[in-house]
């Protein structure tokens, strides 16, 4: 009774946790065909033990026949699925899987010859109740089983030490994954383990777990594993994983080509050869660095790897070639620097071009007048009037463009950009009002507010003679408002050239808009409204 007991209690546990493993195999596999070679490996280990536990409890010769036909429906499959899973996981190749679609005939006739057996009676030479002989055929197809799950097993062990570079725990787990339950099977059929029921698919299942751990989390099921792996592998920077005792576990092609990383296996030896080539002193608890390796600038990060408890148990270590960084920032560099250059001489141009022209122009105008006999005094009083406006226009804009060379933190806020032009502004009595507090809503109008402001105190200053401009600038909710006033001469009629158009495309480019008001002697009025960004939307 009790070697029925106890064989009955070990499949009955082997089979929940296959289910249970199955179970959640189908319910979180990958809808592959690796997976399901997995889950078919499986189902035959399955119906393999329930055969076993149904040969425990049969009495009659029908019994037994019912039971030994279940349990070879599973045996006659699993050694070709084994075979194909492998070949599958190993990316053994097309043809080679070609080939192999054809070992579930092995199956086929392993069963037929099985269930014709009353027949010829070469696969049981005697099948009776609770006496079974095995005839010749059934051990010429174990050894054909053998040779499948051997096979399998071996190419599953040559590519996992082909990727690692040496025999790992790994290995070994895969190793005796097949040892284990062959040499189990092989004793039963020896006659030296004995037992009323075969324990061999027991043994099968727990390679099954055997080869899931050693592949880590269950990787032989998840595809995305596989590809994750061999894209690390073909990327351009190096990763190599530091295992808890500081050892090397993994490195990717990268990571072999790298010249520092010549005959490192440790954490240790890799900061040495680290600190060596690149000249520096460098920890090993470092977050990120950069280090610079003859011609070439290697950047470096650090990040650990926990387990469900927080504690450590792996350190990974990118490593990538930032060379080609360098050499676009130092270009960038180059470029912005040509594009300041340009900037500058197209304002030069535009500005203070301008303005030296058109006192030229009026010196020449001044002179041709003193020439005369009987100069217009009031005419050239006029000139060097124009031309005293002209001048302090023209420093001003001279300052603001120096001012802009210097130094870019004006242009952080809308105050410190107006501020900016008034510093420059010489000879007349300026005062700037604010209302409302700045903040980040306003960046995206700071070079507008810059360029209008300065082109209206510019026109103020050549052309008003104003004695006095008063700014004012508002911050409201939805809108920015800036109202520009002299007490310069005015005009009737307000014509737009180039200055004050410039002024209505920046604001209305924007979204904004842009109004001028005078009255002759009563000065010039310059209204500008940009309304919120996120308002708009």
């Not at 408890?309 to 130092?330: D, P």
């Not at 105008?365 to 005369?372: I, R």
């Amino acid at each position: 009774m009790l070697s029925t007991i106890v064989p009955a209690i070990l499949l009955s546990l082997g089979l929940c946790g296959m289910i249970v493993s199955l179970t959640w195999v189908i319910r979180r596999g990958n809808k592959n065909r690796l997976t399901f070679l997995f889950i078919s490996c499986q189902v035959s280990i399955v119906i393999w033990v329930i055969s076993e536990l149904l040969i425990l409890f049969s009495y009659t010769r029908m019994q037994y026949w019912i039971s030994y036909s279940i349990g070879n429906l599973g045996i006659c499959f699993f050694g070709p699925l084994w075979l194909m899973l492998s070949a599958e996981y190993s990316d053994a190749g097309p043809r080679v899987r070609r080939i192999l679609t054809f070992t579930p005939l092995i199956s086929a006739s392993a069963l037929i010859l099985t269930l014709s057996n009353p027949l010829h009676n070469t696969y049981y030479s005697v099948f009776e109740a609770g006496r079974v002989v095995y005839g010749p055929m059934f051990y010429v197809f174990q050894v054909i089983y053998y040779i499948c799950i051997i096979a399998g097993i071996t190419i599953i062990c040559l590519k996992h030490t082909r990727r690692s570079d040496q025999l790992t725990k790994q290995s070994i787990l895969l190793i005796m994954s097949a040892a284990i339950p062959l040499g189990i099977n092989t004793l039963s059929l020896a006659g030296i383990f004995r037992s009323k029921a075969t324990l061999t698919p027991l043994f099968f299942g727990f390679s099954s777990l055997l080869i899931i751990i050693a592949l880590g989390r269950y990787g032989l099921l998840n595809i995305n594993s596989l590809a994750i792996r061999d894209t690390i592998n073909n990327i351009n920077s190096g990763v190599v994983i530091f295992d808890i005792n500081n050892n090397i576990s993994y490195k990717n092609i990268y990571a072999d080509s790298v010249s520092f990383m010549s005959g490192v296996a440790d954490l240790p030896q890799f900061m040495k050869s680290l600190s060596d080539a690149s000249g520096q002193t460098l920890s090993d608890d470092f977050k990120a660095l950069e280090v610079k390796i003859g011609n070439d600038y290697y950047s470096l990060k650090q990040s650990c790897c926990e387990n469900n408890n927080g504690n450590k148990v792996a350190s990974i270590i990118t490593i990538s070639n930032v060379t080609e960084y360098h050499e676009l920032a130092s270009a960038e560099k180059k470029l912005s620097l040509e594009q300041e250059r340009n900037r500058i001489a197209q304002e030069m141009h535009d500005s203070a071009g301008h303005t030296f022209t058109m006192i030229s122009s009026l010196a020449r105008m001044l002179k041709f007048e003193a020439e005369k006999e009987a100069p217009d005094i009031n005419d050239m009083l006029g000139n060097i009037t124009e031309i005293d406006g002209l001048s302090r226009s023209g420093v001003t804009q001279l300052r603001c463009t120096i001012n802009n060379l210097r130094d870019d933190e004006f242009m952080t806020s809308v105050t410190r950009a107006v501020r900016t032009v008034l510093t420059a502004v010489r000879g007349v009595e300026t005062e700037l009002c604010i209302q409302g507090t700045e903040d980040d809503r306003y960046r995206f109008c700071i070079k507008t507010v810059y360029d209008n402001c300065r082109e209206t105190i510019t026109n103020a200053l050549r052309y008003s003679d104003a004695k006095r401009i008063d700014i004012i600038l508002k911050f409201l909710d939805d809108r920015f408002e800036m109202y520009i006033l002299d007490n310069g001469k005015g005009c009737q009629d307000i014509k737009e050239h180039n200055g004050l158009r410039g002024i209505r495309e920046r604001t209305e480019a924007i979204g904004g808009t842009a109004r001028f008001t005078s009255v002759e002697g009563e000065g010039f009025n310059t209204i500008i409204k940009i309304p919120l960004r996120e308002v708009q939307t």
